[in-house]
């Protein structure tokens, strides 16, 4: 009989959802219309209103709305898109689907993970369609550097917003900076409807031209025929089904409400943590220095190198502390190693990071004893005994 292993006692991960969520879920439920309807419109105007833009389009994951924006630009074939290695593969993904190539670049720093303008500069080419730009764990790239560079270039900028709404930065809002903003709101997200996402676009016609692909590019909504008394409509492209439920959008409206809220629970953690971590300096925090807005969505850090991970990990899980990686870097998935020379993809900075990164909990469910936990077991596998603090 094997050894029993504690109960978890800090989640990597959770959400908020309760009472308010429960009675707008039974509202949609008691109305009898639960596809894409007056909720999600609602939804959509809400989150266009607080991201400061005049519309956007909800749909059913951050994938999805990847993928719109990839088939907004009549990705193809022969086209190219640089994306950050280090995110989740969802980006190079949507990039392949559409019959283009990920071209993958490098990020500034362990301590600034996000894709280097530099990078940008290097890899834009006569082939380059557009630039993904990741806001990892919820801070900003820089945004307004890489879009200079695209947009003389000819390029789009598409931002892969997925950690970060409603994240205000110097350079405006998250998502809003670039040609598209991409959101996710997975379970996992700070603002969450199980599965769904959202997408904005800076120029109107293209806005519309994914509204009206992501519902099989017919000219009338379900809602729209089932209340106007026409049945009649046409459809004028290739599109796919790609929207919400209402049940998703009223879930999304109550979190929206509540996101400022939950954030500020997420900063103090975040906080609690750094100030835990200064007596651990042999781990690295990632933008430890930053102090503008953050969504604060991961809690990441850099453990010491030749340190194995898998120990750290199994010493944590066995004081009930779940934890993850963000990420393993795309390119050398197998699905992606195939291509140029293998020599030319060298990503050093990602791949001098990608050994040592390792996701900490983080939520607004969390308490600042639960970091505490988390950060005495962790400086125990840091640390095995009678082995000297680094000074």
Request: glycine share 8%.
């Amino acid at each position: 009989m094997g050894i029993e292993k504690p109960a978890l006692r800090v989640a990597l991960a959770d959400n908020t959802v309760g009472a308010a969520e429960i009675a707008a879920v039974n509202e949609v439920l008691t109305s009898g219309w639960l596809s894409a309807g007056p909720v999600t419109r609602t939804f959509e105007e809400e989150f266009a209103e607080a991201m400061g833009v005049t519309d956007a389009v909800a749909v059913s994951s951050g994938t999805a709305a990847l993928h719109l924006a990839m088939l907004a630009l009549n990705l193809g074939p022969g086209d190219e898109v640089i994306v950050p290695s280090l995110s989740f593969v969802a980006s190079a993904a949507m990039v392949a689907l559409c019959g283009g190539t990920p071209v993958f670049a490098d990020v500034l720093s362990a301590e600034e993970p996000t894709i280097a303008p530099a990078e940008v500069r290097r890899l834009l080419g006569p082939r380059t369609r557009a630039v993904v730009v990741m806001h990892y764990g919820g801070y900003p790239a820089r945004t307004a550097e890489i879009a200079d560079l695209a947009r003389a270039h000819g390029a789009a900028v598409v931002e892969d917003a997925a950690h970060a709404p409603l994240v205000r930065s110097p350079e405006g809002t998250l998502g809003t900076i670039g040609d598209f903003g991409c959101f996710s709101f997975h379970a996992t997200k700070n603002l969450t409807t199980g599965e769904g996402g959202m997408v904005l676009a800076r120029r109107p016609e293209q806005l519309d031209l994914i509204r009206l692909k992501h519902s099989h590019h017919v000219t009338r909504t379900t809602w729209e025929r089932a209340h106007t008394g026409g049945s009649d409509y046409d459809v004028n492209g290739i599109g796919l089904n790609y929207r919400p439920t209402e049940i998703s959008s009223a879930i999304g409206r109550t979190q929206l409400a509540r996101l400022a809220e939950d954030r500020a629970v997420r900063r103090r953690l975040v906080h609690r943590y750094r100030d835990l971590l200064r007596s651990v300096p042999e781990i690295g925090i990632p933008f430890a220095r930053h102090v503008a807005d953050s969504a604060f969505h991961l809690m990441a850090i850099l453990l010491p190198a030749g340190l194995p991970r898998d120990a750290v990990v199994s010493r944590l899980r066995d004081e009930g502390v779940q934890t993850s990686v963000h990420y393993r870097p795309t390119h050398l998935f197998s699905a992606y190693r195939e291509g140029p020379d293998p020599a030319e993809r060298r990503l050093p900075v990602t791949e001098r990071m990608a050994g040592r990164l390792l996701t900490l909990p983080l939520h607004a469910r969390m308490t600042e004893d639960d970091v505490t936990h988390v950060v005495t077991v962790l400086t125990a596998a840091v640390r095995p005994a009678g082995r000297a603090e680094t000074t």
